[in-house]
């Protein structure tokens, strides 16, 4: 029996991005019959899940200061102290101080180097002295592109024999779907985030100079603090009638959303990963897709289009190109075989059983 514990924080209280990555690598291993799982974290409010006691040291700091000095200095020596023979940090960060059993750590992405001005000062700050520490002390690095173990290289200097490239897989329930774009009505889609990286604004700046020269509308899910932003683009270029904005969708909502539509749009400056691409992929829907190297990668240039993500015409173009695809020859989810072989759950879960079992 070989016991992991792992840092459970995204895990338990993240509903997306970080947290589903969690979810699904943890849920994936839990199946493994000899693999037993424990997992760390604090609940809101409360210094340590696993004890009422709270160190006199730390005594008088508030909640949340006390929980995160717990995750950093004392989870792993708690992991180790329980009979742990491996600790993965799933979110980018290692417990620090002398432990001696092999650490983990997913590094999922380092956009924070590449583009500075979406971050806070200490934020910079603060991921960049953890992805420092991590990529010293973690006896394994795991990233979930090509493109992330580059970054780790050029920015880090990261040792390459200690990264392993496993991607991403996502909600089971996506393979069970299968496109069916609405003949009427249609629409293209993007869902994300709503903040500046995702580039909702040059999307529908692109949307508005082909607007009145295609039927199709756009929708754009998601949720966060620029939708405000979002919003007010729209009305100030008189779209309210052609975008409908959805704020939140339930995950049936979203489902519904990537079946019928007529295409899929992913603009974004830079990701680690891109979930939606995959998602949309695992459905068989046709893409056009910012021209950057995870983009490639992921789906071995597979997507309809590739654009230039700063240059609004060159977004629109391929929008066009996306509303003139041939429905009837598309393959879809044929369209994206490798795509969805590499980023399923069972090649996700045989290559991190192998890692673990490798540092035994």
């Avoid at 200095?73 to 432990?99: D, R, T, V, Y």
Wanted: aromatic content about 10%; hydrophobic content about 40%; overall charge neutral.
């Amino acid at each position: 029996m070989i016991k992991i514990g792992f840092d459970a924080k995204r895990l338990l209280f993240n509903p997306t991005g970080l947290g589903n990555y969690a979810r699904q690598w943890v849920g994936a291993l839990s199946q493994i019959s000899d693999f037993e799982i424990q997992l760390y974290a604090p609940k809101p409010g409360v210094f340590n899940a696993y004890s009422a006691q709270t160190p006199t040291s730390l005594t008088g700091l508030s909640p949340k200061l006390m929980s995160s000095l717990w995750r950093t200095f004392s989870m792993g020596k708690q992991a180790q102290k329980e009979g742990c023979q491996i600790f993965h940090g799933l979110s980018n960060e290692i417990p620090i101080g002398k432990i001696t059993i092999p650490r983990v750590c997913t590094i999922h992405d380092v956009i924070f180097k590449q583009f500075p001005q979406f971050y806070g000062k200490i934020d910079r700050t603060i991921y960049d002295l953890k992805t420092q520490y991590a990529c010293k002390n973690s006896e394994a690095i795991v990233v979930t592109s090509e493109t992330t173990k580059l970054e780790l290289q050029k920015y880090y200097n990261a040792d390459t024999r200690k990264i392993h490239v496993i991607y991403q897989a996502i909600d089971p329930a996506f393979t069970q779907l299968s496109w069916q774009p609405l003949i009427e009505n249609p629409y293209l889609l993007y869902y994300s985030s709503f903040n500046p990286r995702k580039n909702q604004i040059k999307l529908i700046q692109a949307f508005a100079q082909i607007a009145n020269h295609i039927e199709h509308n756009l929708v754009i899910a998601g949720k966060g603090n620029g939708k405000r932003h979002i919003e007010q683009e729209i009305i100030r270029l008189k779209l309210g009638n052609r975008i409908q904005l959805i704020e939140s969708p339930s995950n049936d909502e979203l489902q519904a959303l990537l079946v019928n539509c007529a295409g899929f749009v992913y603009p974004s400056l830079q990701e680690g990963f891109g979930i939606p691409l995959v998602e949309a992929a695992t459905v068989g829907v046709p893409m056009v897709v910012s021209d950057i190297s995870i983009f490639r990668e992921l789906t071995d240039n597979a997507a309809h289009a590739y654009f230039d993500p700063e240059k609004v015409e060159s977004i629109s173009q391929s929008l066009i190109q996306l509303c003139g695809i041939d429905l009837a020859t598309f393959t879809g989810k044929e369209h994206y075989k490798h795509l969805i072989e590499k980023t399923s759950t069972q090649t996700m879960t045989e290559q991190a059983s192998s890692l673990y079992r490798s540092l035994i």
